[in-house]
């Protein structure tokens, strides 16, 4: 048996899938009337992708 992957390294492995459900989720909120909820989504997705590139950034020597 394989060993299971970690929260992170999935979270790397599929951080556009993510992000665009993430985005998804906003569009709909904001179609509902709910900008507030939709920022709230918008905001866990930038944090992503800014976590994201802070990690690839340092990776590079």
Known sequence: MSTPASVGALAELY?????????????????EGKPEDA????????????????AKHVEVP
């Open 15 to 31: 951080l556009g899938n993510l992000l665009y459900a993430l985005e998804r989720c906003a569009l709909s909120l904001e179609a």
């Open 39 to 54: 920022a709230f989504y918008r905001g866990i997705g930038r944090a992503m992708a800014e976590a994201h590139g802070r």
